[in-house]
């Protein structure tokens, strides 16, 4: 990863891709920022110097794509369908944040630190997409807990940060919070209702059988990274007046009996987890500790009373929607391939 | 009910518990109040009349149950265990808030609408409890479902308000709020912690097997209402940043396939609930939409795709934790019993 192009660069996630890139040392010479021609125009700093931001609509990305040897897509999916086929061409690794290539079998997806494996055969150029923010967490911290057994089923009830809509969005909650502080009518423009002082079903597309689209992404998602196709998933996605880290009850079903102890012990010892469960102190994890770190915090872990024979585990979990869930796992992810990618 | 006395008057369920007496035609002379020595001495208006607060810690008290052929006790478990006996020699019929008698076997423990037959038994005077506020509106929702088949297993996650840790949680949140919008420290006195634009795991007691007091209530009061002690129960009671209504995501396994449809017609059916499930407008049940309401919301009633063989049934429901939580099923009850206390 030396030149970079990212796509969707003023956006919550691409905002975190560039802070994440500065921190690895990326200079503003090797760093190209595409937006929405809405968000072109404007200019940001990087590392002390200053990027224009230019139009992805425009003719201009296509040199930025040759001039480039990783591309982060961070904007739409159909900007993501329209534009990784015209950077793959240019001999970029495309890492996409959005849904567009997840299914894809040509297209790894990958939470680094569960199946990093399946990049050992990318030879790029070609494109690996960046899962979604909740399996992302849920994975994280679920994956290593299969050395206890065979895992059967996984549920996931979701607490989700008001970043995953965006960062108008994330901007519309801390106004809402000013309107009521201050008694006036609460803006709703970009979430559609209030946010602050109530949760809401995930505002996502519900299909035919009543499940949401990210309840049905934590399904299918979950099953092709954890490589398990008959993996039992149910999950509610709920949003909460939460600012960036989503959190989420985690209640697994194995084939065997299960220790809570063991289980602690794995996941001290995984890397990007933390255990935060002083059950005396009651200090579990908290989507505001989560928010800026690059660990998920674990806590909460205990063996399941509502699973037969001792074989269920439960635990809470709290993760950056934007770094793990999003901006590093994709810079991770550029750097597991490091020299593999099919740049010149 | 003629004569009430309310003991906890000043709290948020006792707020609860006066209005709703109020809309009942409860008039002011025929109810006394009583709080903790902190509150007594406030006058509260009360269907156009005041009544002075008495201390709960008094003699007075015993006079007041000697009037009273009702008594609510909404204070904490250990003034339940104090005042409850004194209230029943007194020939009371006693409707409990706390947790104090819901393990006694010679206290019924009653959701009104799901269990209302163990009443029939009840010939006062004597104690009834009330259920946990999860258990209440997890259950409301939960019995009528089991005209599908046997419920094997019920998964409960916890969106819960603010108002289940009492009023000056409330408060407190409110000020947090407040705080936040001036960019001032925010009070943490009551909480103990940042409540808004955060979510935290239930503030109850972890026991040894790392299952907190709220948790392990939803299962043994859920086995004890349903009268099935073998009944699975998982949950994860969790707290988010909303005032008085409580949301609950609802994983259940059925003994055979069940269908949405059938289960939707039966909640659309049930008294006491609110089918709210607009999958075209993402319009579904939220605590702001339940808040005040006597209704237990209910919708995403979607067959749970992370059970085998169909058996699986998922919903999510929003219910005022304050009112059917707490002071509705309280006053239910009271009015289930009817002539049949032991009042004189």
Same mark, same amino acid.
């Given at each position: 990863?030396?030149?970079?192009? @990212?796509?969707?660069?003023?956006?919550?996630?691409?905002?975190?891709?560039?802070?994440? =890139?500065?921190?690895?040392?990326?200079?503003?010479?090797?760093?190209?920022?595409?937006?929405?021609?809405?968000?072109?125009?404007? $200019?940001?700093?990087?590392?002390?110097?200053?990027?224009?931001?230019?139009?992805?609509?425009?003719?201009?990305?296509?040199?930025?794509?040759?001039?480039?040897? *990783?591309?982060?897509?961070?904007?739409?999916?159909?900007?993501?369908?329209?534009?990784?086929?015209?950077?793959?061409?240019?001999?970029?690794?495309?890492?996409?944040?959005?849904?567009?290539?997840?299914?894809?079998?040509?297209?790894?997806?990958?939470?680094?630190?569960?199946?990093?494996?399946?990049?050992?055969?990318?030879?790029?150029?070609?494109?690996?997409?960046?899962?979604?923010? $909740? *399996?992302?967490?849920?994975?994280?911290?679920?994956?290593?807990?299969?050395? =206890?057994?065979?895992?059967?089923?996984?549920?996931?009830?979701?607490?989700?940060?008001?970043?995953?809509?965006?960062?108008?969005?994330?901007?519309?909650?801390?106004?809402?919070?000013?309107?009521?502080?201050?008694?006036?009518?609460?803006? *709703? *423009?970009?979430?559609?209702?209030?946010?602050?002082?109530?949760?809401?079903?995930?505002?996502?597309?519900?299909?035919?059988?009543?499940?949401?689209?990210?309840?049905?992404?934590?399904?299918?998602?979950?099953?092709? @990274?954890?490589?398990?196709?008959?993996?039992?998933?149910?999950?509610?996605?709920?949003?909460?007046?939460? =600012?960036?880290?989503?959190?989420?009850?985690?209640?697994?079903?194995?084939?065997?009996?299960?220790?809570?102890?063991?289980?602690?012990? @794995?996941?001290?010892?995984?890397?990007?987890?933390?255990?935060?469960?002083?059950?005396?102190?009651?200090?579990?994890?908290?989507?505001?500790?989560?928010?800026?770190?690059?660990?998920?915090?674990?806590?909460?872990?205990?063996?399941?009373?509502?699973?037969?024979?001792?074989?269920?585990?439960?635990?809470?979990?709290?993760?950056?929607?934007?770094?793990?869930?999003?901006? =590093?796992?994709?810079?991770?992810?550029?750097?597991?391939?490091?020299?593999?990618?099919?740049?010149?």
């Amino acid at each position: 990863m030396k030149d970079v192009t @990212i796509v969707g660069a003023t956006g919550a996630v691409g905002a975190e891709l560039r802070a994440i =890139l500065a921190d690895r040392g990326i200079e503003a010479s090797g760093l190209r920022l595409f937006a929405s021609s809405r968000s072109a125009g404007r $200019s940001l700093e990087h590392r002390g110097e200053s990027i224009a931001v230019e139009s992805a609509d425009g003719e201009r990305i296509r040199a930025a794509f040759e001039a480039s040897d *990783t591309v982060f897509l961070a904007a739409t999916a159909e900007t993501s369908r329209r534009l990784a086929p015209i950077a793959v061409a240019s001999s970029c690794v495309v890492i996409d944040n959005s849904s567009a290539f997840r299914d894809d079998p040509d297209c790894p997806l990958v939470v680094c630190g569960v199946n990093d494996a399946v990049l050992d055969g990318f030879t790029g150029p070609g494109v690996i997409a960046n899962p979604n923010c $909740s *399996t992302i967490i849920a994975l994280a911290a679920i994956a290593p807990l299969r050395r =206890l057994g065979r895992l059967l089923r996984m549920t996931v009830c979701t607490y989700q940060a008001i970043s995953g809509a965006g960062a108008a969005a994330m901007s519309e909650l801390e106004s809402q919070a000013r309107a009521w502080a201050a008694d006036e009518p609460l803006p *709703t *423009t970009t979430l559609g209702r209030q946010g602050v002082f109530n949760v809401f079903s995930h505002d996502s597309e519900v299909d035919a059988d009543g499940v949401n689209r990210e309840e049905r992404k934590l399904e299918t998602e979950s099953r092709r @990274i954890l490589a398990d196709p008959d993996l039992f998933v149910s999950s509610t996605c709920v949003r909460v007046p939460v =600012l960036r880290a989503h959190s989420e009850a985690i209640h697994l079903e194995f084939d065997r009996a299960v220790d809570a102890e063991a289980a602690r012990a @794995i996941l001290a010892n995984a890397p990007g987890l933390e255990v935060v469960d002083d059950r005396e102190g009651r200090r579990f994890p908290e989507p505001i500790h989560a928010a800026e770190r690059d660990e998920v915090l674990v806590g909460r872990i205990r063996r399941d009373p509502g699973v037969p024979d001792g074989r269920g585990l439960a635990f809470f979990a709290a993760g950056d929607q934007l770094r793990k869930g999003a901006a =590093l796992n994709a810079v991770q992810i550029a750097e597991a391939i490091g020299g593999r990618g099919g740049h010149r």
